[in-house]
T-cell receptor, first 115, second 114 residues
Framework: DAGVTQSPTHLIKTRGQQVTLRCSPK?????VSWYQQALGQGPQFIFQ???????QRGNFPDRFSGHQFPNYSSELNVNALLLGDSALYLC??????????????FGPGTRLLVL | AQSVSQHNHHVILSEAASLELGCNYS??????LFWYVQYPGQHLQLLLK??????LVKGIKGFEAEFIKSKFSFNLRKPSVQWSDTAEYFC????????????FGGGTRLMVKP
């Protein structure tokens, strides 16, 4: 049973560019959340997708957008990259449930470096 | 909005020493509480969680945590650490009015000397 997978593992971009990160949830999970983990900090919630819609969003600008596909996989898009977007981007999935009663399973992350 | 504080950023212990990592949160309502661990080169894994009931929860690998509502704390403990416990530990909170969003603390990096 595959866990949460993410691609690519590493990515280097320059300021102003756009990036797309991908996530496949753990088998049986239909809810996907994205987190940003800057160096030396804890993960910060970006947004969550359920039934192909953004269900909840953290305190991130509109440059950060996402999508969920019918097979529950998800993409995170970041436009107009800034140096400060350099971070580890984590995807987490879980079964649908009330207010985090379901354990979130995290993927290995995509490390993005913006030069 | 809720926030989480982990006061110890770096902890160094010798094997067999006891461990206690502090976690305090700020939110006045009902919360779910979690401890996640990230071993070197691996992804975040759930150690334990508290939703309701007995405030002393036991997790994997001999870890436990105690929820003290009056102190807004959820400290992680282990009576005797091993070298393999070297990792970064994150406390996380989910508040009832925050959907499924987890708010994480800044993490505590634990190094256990053999």
């Amino acid at each position: 049973d595959a866990g949460v997978t993410q691609s690519p593992t590493h990515l280097i971009k320059t300021r102003g560019q756009q990036v797309t990160l991908r996530c496949s949830p753990k088998s049986g999970h239909d809810t996907v959340s994205w987190y940003q983990q800057a160096l030396g900090q804890g993960p910060q919630f970006i947004f969550q997708y359920y039934e192909e819609e953004e269900r909840q969003r953290g305190n991130f600008p509109d440059r950060f957008s996402g999508h969920q596909f019918p097979n529950y996989s998800s993409e995170l898009n970041v436009n107009a990259l800034l140096l400060g977007d350099s971070a580890l981007y984590l995807c987490a999935s879980h079964y649908p449930g009330e207010w985090a009663q379901e354990t979130q399973y995290f993927g290995p992350g995509t490390r993005l470096l913006v030069l | 909005a809720q926030s989480v504080s982990q006061h110890n950023h770096h902890v160094i212990l010798s094997e067999a020493a006891s461990l206690e990592l502090g976690c305090n949160y700020s939110y006045g309502g009902t919360v779910n509480l979690f401890w996640y661990v990230q071993y070197p080169g691996q992804h975040l894994q759930l150690l334990l969680k508290y939703f309701s009931g007995d405030p002393l929860v036991k997790g994997i690998k001999g870890f436990e945590a105690e929820f003290i509502k009056s102190k807004f704390s959820f400290n992680l403990r282990k009576p005797s650490v091993q070298w393999s416990d070297t990792a970064e530990y994150f406390c996380a909170v989910n508040a009832r009015n925050a959907g499924n969003m987890l708010t994480f603390g800044g993490g505590t990096r634990l190094m256990v000397k053999p």
